[in-house]
Nanobody, 125 residues
């Protein structure tokens, strides 16, 4: 298996911004769906944003809609998550995953794979 390598996390104050990256040069995932997930203590992995599949659908969890933007550069084998206007409830470990289906559901984290170690995001004043 070739896990993703996530980076770009850090500590910011509420209202701040971060740009996360996930890279995987070991596989060709240009036709896969890519999604970002967030894990906080006591909760299961939460789907935040996804891109890909038939129609190259972009979708977001309601909690981040209008604040986060997902993108991908298949030539660089890297996906990104631009996070603006961060809130304390955005704190968690962020992971990206992939699946090779035609459609996706952000609530179905078990359908994704190639998980990396994640990158920690902490939002506090």
């Amino acid at each position: 298996q070739f896990p993703f390598v996530e980076s770009g996390g850090g500590s910011v104050q509420p209202g701040g911004s971060l740009r996360l990256s996930c890279e995987n040069s070991g596989i060709d995932w240009s036709h896969d769906i890519i999604a970002w997930f967030r894990k906080t203590p006591g909760k299961q992995r939460e789907g935040i944003a996804g891109i890909g599949g038939i129609g190259n659908i972009v979708s977001y969890a309601d909690s981040v809609k209008g604040r986060f933007t997902i993108s991908r550069d298949d030539a660089l084998k890297t996906a990104y998550l631009q996070m603006d206007n961060l809130k304390p409830e955005d704190t968690g470990v962020y992971y990206c995953g992939r699946n090779n289906r035609n459609y996706y559901d952000l609530t179905h984290y078990w359908e994704f794979g190639s998980w990396g170690q994640g990158t920690q995001v902490t939002v506090s004043s």
